[in-house]
């Protein structure tokens, strides 16, 4: 498969790391090192790392992080026009030749397979070098992040294929790859994860690095996937008990300052560089917010994703996630200051045109929050096109907590378990939302609720929605109003999954084009 033949790539050392060759060994390059010159300290070996946090997720979270996670689920709306595939994740007509099914592909396999390669070459350090912890921390850190990009891989394709030896397939001339079923790639995460907590340190060697609690937290993840409540439950407690996290104080901080950027809650994030250029820093401020707070300065601001009508109304009525994940008529922050808002930005939807330099109107009348820093005025670091350093959160400890709830709660109808209830209100009343009244029995719905309103704009909803199946789904989504306000109303638009393959996305034709088994049955991959 050609897309795999991003293996190489170590733009953060500088170098391309060729070393797993064994004719490069013998005759090494002047310009490049080898095993026998580098990842001799910890320092080198961590700078490779490093990477794993940064680009190489980009072309995922530029834009199929929404389109994926959230316009799926029917909690934002997506532009119509090319870069969004035509609006095709509005209402599930996309296809196999739409760019982002294939940019998503291509990115969680370059996670994947970069990931791969460093686990690999370590081991063969460690094989002339000797045991090295860091080596062993280096390793571990690799396997985490491989099996978090398989975990969005098959959460998205389904049925994919695990390529253990990136750099053998590249050499072979062979790209014919069959996809294995979803169960066994999901062993496969569960093995990587369960190296990477035994070897992981319990509190991260480097402030932004994941410990062996994220991996447990993340097992929590995946077998709650699976329904595997008991294991779920198991590891969200462990990390729970271990004290070293907590929800932050100040939700909507958490999402619009880089100063909160790798707090107590954050279990995994990746990590931006507002300075790196192009594909190092995290562009949701460019996308996502409103053309009057980004302009003049940064002439960005899309609104290219925003909002659903349905999502607003979901809220309930005392919850503050609902002020404190979006903008909309009113909205006012005294820091975010350009020429037209010299006193503080004001979002204001009462113009009569699209846009002005003060007014803007969208379909829902609403911006998301969630990592939009603002303009620049109150510090914050901003690349030339307005993207920025603050962190993409991937799992928060919120999630380990309701996640524990979810888990106690199983199969049964409802539970006014003790420990759950006190997990779930945590969430619920974080910051006195909800005016601290807490939840005294607990649901599916309730649950699937509160992770609704907790995670919106995270890119994680629509697999929420996807694991309670077919059914759950098709009813969900045709209920949902995607439409637009105008001057008389709602032009109303619904949609709606007519089979359960649509739950998933179509694996890239570029792909199928160039290996011919991934049009074929999924196949096991453990034998036994």
Known sequence: ?????????MLGLGFML?????????????NNPTLDTYYNTAEEVYAATGYLY????????????????ETLAGNMLTETGPNYDGGSFNNFTVLSTDGLVASAWRSLYKVAGTATVLASTFEQKKSTSGDKDYLNIAIAESRFIRAVAY???????????????????????????????????????????????????????????????????????????QKNYEKAKEKAQLVISSGKYDLYPNYEEMFTSSKANNNQESLFALQWIADGGYGYANAVNAYAAPSTLMKPDKGTGYSSVYPTIDMLESYAAQDRRRKWSNMEQGFFRADWKNVNFPNGFTYDTTGTNYETTTTLRNGSRANSLKYVVGPGSNGEKLSDNGSSDICTYILRYADILLIYAEATLGTQASTSDATALNAFNKVHNRAGNFNNIPATSLTADLIFKERRAEFAYEGDFWFDVQRRGFDFAKQFVSKQERGSYTGNGISTFKTTINNEAQLFLPIPQSETVSDPELLKPAVPYYTN
């Open 1 to 9: 498969m050609k897309r795999y033949q991003f293996i190489y790539i």
């Open 18 to 30: 060729t070393a797993c060759k064994k004719e490069f060994l013998n005759k090494p390059s002047e």
């Open 54 to 69: 940064n680009s190489v997720w980009y072309d995922y979270t530029d834009k199929s992080f929404h389109a994926i996670g």
């Open 151 to 225: 975990f969005y891989l098959t959460r998205i394709y389904k049925d994919i294929p695990i390529v253990n030896d990136p750099v053998a397939l590249a050499g072979s001339g062979n790209y014919n790859v069959p996809r294995y079923i979803q169960s066994d790639v999901l062993r496969f995460i569960l093995e990587d994860l369960a190296f990477a907590e035994q070897n992981l340190p319990t509190t991260p060697y480097q402030k932004g690095r994941v410990s062996s609690l994220s991996a447990s937290g993340m097992m929590a993840k995946v077998h709650l996937y």
